[in-house]
């Protein structure tokens, strides 16, 4: 268990569905972080928090919206979503901006 | 369940000497990374790692992987302080479960380089 808690696990949607991801963190962090890992390729850094503002996007296409409510919450809205977005979408937080951090499980998307 | 073991945690080392870092798994994978995280910035990809006896060096850095054993190894030749830094290994559980990927982390291991 650490600590980062990602929902679903596992998603399939349609180009034309609208879906969010889920992420919770139990540590009492300050920074909350999305990456991407296409299949065969490292880590791509897509969003980061740091109470509950934005401080980095990555050049992402619009068609993902990150949303934090809270410093242990994250959310990141898909619509209009490509197959090419298929990808395993990673949730991490750390206790303050780029230290050390703490990955969640990851949500497997499937976009057909 | 995959568990990704690293160690030592924490590593502390002169300038100049070799040290190595280990990455124990638990289950069978066909693909390993090492990220290195330096304080304040985020993760930058140091090697991918995709098959049994893989060997990757870049500089003082030298990674390789034994999927027979289940370890990866990432050597320290001659340390500068400028690797001072955390060093994260991943593995992937890729095609293996459904054809669905995960990606597991290690916890990392911090090493700070004296002068």
């Known amino acids: 268990e650490t600590g980062v808690t990602q929902t679903p696990r596992h998603l399939v949607m349609g180009m034309t569905n609208k879906k969010s991801l889920k992420c919770e963190q139990h540590?009492?962090?300050?920074?909350m972080y999305w990456y991407k890992q296409s299949a065969k390729k490292p880590l791509e850094l897509m969003f980061v928090y740091s109470l509950e503002e934005r401080v980095e996007n990555n050049s992402v296409p619009s068609r993902f919206s990150p949303e934090c409510p809270n410093s242990s919450h994250l959310f990141l809205h898909l619509h209009t979503l490509q197959p090419e977005d298929s990808a395993l979408y990673l949730c991490?937080?750390?206790?303050?901006?780029?230290?050390?951090?703490?990955f969640g499980s990851g949500t497997q998307l499937s976009v057909l | 369940e995959l568990k990704v073991e690293q160690n030592p945690l924490f590593l502390s080392m002169q300038e100049g000497k070799n040290y190595t870092i280990y990455c124990n798994y638990s289950?069978?994978?066909?693909?390993l990374y090492w990220y290195r995280q330096d304080p304040g910035k985020s993760l930058e990809s140091l090697f991918v790692?995709?098959?049994?006896?893989a060997v990757k060096q870049e500089g003082r850095l030298m990674a390789s992987l034994d999927t027979k054993a289940r370890l990866s190894t990432l050597h320290i030749t001659a340390a500068v302080h400028d690797l001072s830094a955390t060093y994260f290994c991943a593995v992937d559980l890729a095609l293996t479960q459904g054809g669905s990927e995960k990606l597991v982390f290690g916890k990392g291991t911090k090493l700070t380089v004296n002068p």
């Open positions: 289950t069978t994978s066909d693909r």
């Open positions: 790692l995709l098959s049994n006896g």
């Open positions: 540590l009492g962090h300050n920074a």
């Open positions: 991490a937080s750390s206790q303050d901006l780029f230290e050390k951090l703490f």
